[in-house]
């Protein structure tokens, strides 16, 4: 039995989940509505306040499945219930980034500024602490959306290992290597 699949999924108050016919499910919860389209094969049930996830059998695609699916919906569950957010660190002198009209701006020691417009279903804000680096927070319900705007506006100006300039995430480490050695 998949240790993660059997875990059974509480449901915190105000959180209701639906399945579908067609194996589609929706939860719903105080800070919004999810949904992901379940394998056929997969089954959900629904009591006491929590959900189970069953397979039908022990082949090496329903075990696969299991697990996957009973992590995704607990991902549903605790984002509709309590949402997700990445904060990141942008690190460098002259580097900014501000939020106007929920458009990040960030200046990133190119020749022009950089405009990122956020997704349906994500908010931007930057945090900037005079003598303190830029924090941009990205705040969703949805994690896969969350994470994916998160890497792009890193992808922007990755970290260097030299000085360590870039957008990082707030908890990463970045290597740093040591620079050129004078010659003898």
Not at 38 to 55: H, L
Not at 135 to 147: A, M, N, S, Y
Request: hydrophobic residues 35%.
């Amino acid at each position: 039995m998949s240790r993660v699949g059997k875990l059974p999924i509480p449901l915190p108050k105000g959180v209701a989940v639906e399945v579908a016919p067609n194996n589609f499910v929706r939860v719903k919860g105080p800070k919004g509505e999810l949904g992901m389209p379940v394998d056929p094969d997969i089954a959900f049930a629904i009591e006491d306040g929590t959900v189970t996830v069953e397979r039908p059998t022990d082949q090496k695609r329903h075990r696969a499945l299991h697990g996957l699916y009973r992590a995704l919906l607990q991902n549903l569950v605790t984002g509709v219930s309590e949402g997700y957010r990445k904060q990141l660190e942008v690190i460098g002198v002259g580097y900014r980034a501000e939020v106007n009209n929920g458009v990040l701006e960030l200046a990133l020691g190119y020749s022009h500024p950089i405009y990122f417009l956020p997704p349906d279903g994500v908010k931007l804000s930057a945090q900037t602490e005079r003598g303190k680096n830029p924090i941009v927070t990205v705040e969703g319900i949805d994690k896969q959306l969350v994470g994916q705007v998160a890497a792009k506006i890193r992808g922007l100006r990755p970290p260097e290992p030299y000085k360590g300039k870039g957008i990082r995430y707030s908890d990463e480490t970045v290597r740093r290597k040591a620079g050129k050695t004078a010659a003898r």
